[in-house]
């Protein structure tokens, strides 16, 4: 697609259900990355994908965190048994990958864990 | 550990003012140092991208600098405009194989009033 597309663009949730988030990335880029983004604080990492493998999931919060990329292409982030402190802005972006350091974001998910 | 520290949190100015955005990291060991906006309920755009070995980048009405020995870089935005209204963030990479490894600051509210 024409850019990176996340959805639900807004998610509202009771504690303890699990989430999937959705990202789409532009087409033909091979490295897409999940940044979790909560009120006043800096993006935070969460994972990077190289295709379809993920080198690093060092970022991941805890075990309730898992993500996966099938084709190449769509990467799904699912949050299990979610808790409030989950609550934040969930943004995906995709890049060429390599040495290309511009990566292009989604608009982002807005989770609300109530 | 590489931090990135953004000030002001916030800033609100008449429309046509210039005026400079501060962004400081603790590690002068840097890839590069982009500076992005994002606007409400919208992803991330990339702004300025500056290389470790170049000083600054001009785009527009946007220049940014870079002093990598000292761990700052400034964003100067000159005859501000209401559409400039944004949340303007930094963030440093470290090292030019970790594409994904950008440090992000937690950013800076700018208002530009009519």
Same mark, same amino acid.
């Given at each position: 697609?024409?850019?990176?597309?996340?959805? @639900?663009?807004?998610?509202?949730?009771?504690?303890?259900? *699990?989430?999937? =988030?959705?990202? *789409? @990335?532009?087409?033909?880029?091979?490295?897409?990355?999940?940044?979790?983004?909560? &009120? #006043?604080? #800096? &993006?935070?990492? =969460?994972?990077?994908?190289?295709?379809?493998? $993920? @080198? *690093?999931?060092?970022? =991941? @919060?805890? *075990?309730?965190?898992?993500?996966?990329?099938? #084709?190449?292409?769509?990467?799904? &982030?699912?949050?299990?048994?979610?808790?409030?402190?989950?609550? $934040?802005?969930?943004?995906?972006?995709?890049?060429?990958?390599?040495?290309?350091?511009?990566?292009?974001?989604?608009?982002?998910?807005? &989770?609300?864990?109530? | 550990?590489?931090?990135?520290?953004?000030?002001?949190?916030?800033?609100?100015?008449?429309?046509?003012?210039?005026?400079?955005?501060?962004?400081?990291?603790?590690?002068?060991?840097?890839?590069?140092?982009?500076?992005?906006?994002?606007?409400?309920?919208?992803?991330?755009?990339?702004?300025?991208?500056?290389?470790?070995?170049?000083?600054?980048? !001009?785009?527009?009405?946007?220049?940014?600098?870079?002093?990598?020995?000292?761990?700052?870089? !400034?964003?100067?935005?000159?005859?501000?405009?209401?559409?400039?209204?944004?949340?303007?963030?930094? +963030?440093?990479?470290?090292?030019?194989?970790?594409?994904?490894?950008?440090?992000?600051? +937690?950013? !800076?509210?700018?208002?530009?009033?009519?």
């Amino acid at each position: 697609g024409a850019g990176v597309s996340q959805s @639900p663009s807004n998610k509202v949730t009771e504690k303890g259900k *699990d989430v999937e =988030l959705r990202c *789409d @990335p532009i087409s033909g880029h091979t490295a897409l990355y999940w940044y979790r983004q909560s &009120l #006043g604080q #800096g &993006l935070e990492f =969460l994972i990077y994908f190289q295709g379809n493998s $993920a @080198p *690093d999931k060092s970022g =991941l @919060p805890s *075990d309730r965190f898992s993500a996966e990329r099938t #084709g190449g292409s769509v990467s799904t &982030l699912t949050i299990q048994r979610t808790q409030q402190e989950d609550s $934040a802005v969930y943004l995906c972006a995709s890049s060429l990958g390599g040495s290309v350091p511009e990566a292009f974001f989604g608009q982002g998910t807005r &989770l609300t864990v109530v | 550990k590489q931090e990135v520290t953004q000030i002001p949190a916030a800033l609100s100015v008449p429309e046509g003012e210039n005026l400079v955005l501060n962004c400081s990291f603790t590690d002068s060991a840097i890839y590069n140092l982009q500076w992005f906006r994002q606007d409400p309920g919208k992803g991330l755009t990339s702004l300025l991208l500056i290389q470790s070995s170049q000083r600054e980048q !001009t785009s527009g009405r946007l220049n940014a600098s870079l002093d990598k020995s000292s761990g700052r870089s !400034t964003l100067y935005i000159a005859a501000s405009q209401p559409g400039d209204s944004a949340t303007y963030l930094c +963030a440093v990479r470290g090292s030019m194989d970790s594409n994904y490894q950008l440090i992000w600051g +937690a950013g !800076t509210k700018l208002i530009i009033k009519p």
